[in-house]
């Protein structure tokens, strides 16, 4: 009895069974078709990992990112302002605001609306509780565009929130790389995809 519990405690066990959870999810994934199963399953698996662990993941996804070529090369690179359970970019953006065209999605009614980061630009909270940029708002093209999400596939396909937001706006901007960041629990074998959903050209993960 006292091994069992000496084993039950210790660290070994308790990255067995996170694995052992985290398999049976994907498993569940491969016969899932509805959008509220997925997000539901989602948020279970973001329940095992702890603000540091997804912290660590985030900053590895950063890092990938950055190196890309397609980023390299950009000049003009919409990101987003994370929400906690997102991968983080706040360091990233403070990072690259001031040697790229930083720009920053804002929510104002049902639709995105683009905001250019400048040496001066402060932030208000808005909706969601994100942090958004107070500034005119930007009317000129991408060379890159980084996108959240719930849950993507291996084709691009990407599940949201369900709002539709980034749909709406990407679809004004087809032929601009859409790169999407998820944590590697966010990739399924499929997301159920509908009319209006805009694919990524890549995905980003850990």
């Given at each position: 009895?006292?091994?069992?519990?000496?084993?039950?405690?210790?660290?070994?066990?308790?990255?067995?069974?996170?694995?052992?959870?985290?398999?049976?999810?994907?498993q569940k994934f491969s016969s899932m078709t509805s959008k509220t199963e997925i997000r539901s399953a989602i948020r279970a698996l973001?329940?095992?990992?702890n603000k540091e662990e997804l912290q660590a993941q985030s900053e590895e996804i950063m890092h990938k990112l950055e190196q890309h070529?397609?980023?390299?090369?950009?000049?003009?690179?919409?990101?987003?302002?994370?929400?906690?359970?997102?991968?983080?970019?706040?360091?990233?953006?403070?990072?690259?605001?001031?040697?790229?065209?930083?720009i920053l999605p804002t929510v104002v009614g049902d639709d995105i609306i683009p905001v250019e980061l400048t040496p001066d630009t402060?932030?208000?909270?808005?909706?969601?509780?994100?942090?958004?940029?107070?500034?005119?708002?930007?009317?000129?093209?991408?060379?890159?565009?980084?996108?959240?999400?719930?849950?993507?596939?291996?084709?691009?396909?990407?599940?949201?929130?369900?709002?539709?937001?980034?749909?709406?706006?990407?679809?004004?901007?087809?032929?601009?790389?859409?790169?999407?960041?998820?944590?590697?629990?966010?990739?399924?074998?499929?997301?159920?995809?509908?009319?209006?959903?805009?694919?990524?050209?890549?995905?980003?993960?850990?």
């Open positions: 009895q006292w091994l069992i519990s000496k084993w039950d405690n210790s660290p070994i066990y308790k990255s067995v069974n996170l694995l052992i959870k985290i398999w049976v999810f994907l973001k329940k095992q990992h070529p397609d980023f390299i090369k950009a000049k003009k690179i919409m990101l987003y302002s994370s929400l906690p359970d997102e991968v983080q970019t706040q360091d990233f953006i403070e990072k690259w605001r001031n040697q790229k065209q930083i402060g932030f208000a909270v808005g909706d969601f509780n994100i942090l958004e940029p107070q500034n005119v708002a930007y009317t000129g093209d991408f060379d890159l565009i980084v996108v959240p999400g719930v849950a993507f596939d291996r084709q691009g396909n990407r599940l949201g929130r369900g709002k539709g937001y980034y749909d709406r706006f990407l679809c004004q901007h087809r032929a601009t790389k859409k790169i999407g960041l998820c944590f590697d629990f966010q990739l399924v074998d499929n997301v159920p995809v509908e009319e209006n959903d805009i694919p990524m050209d890549e995905i980003i993960s850990r």
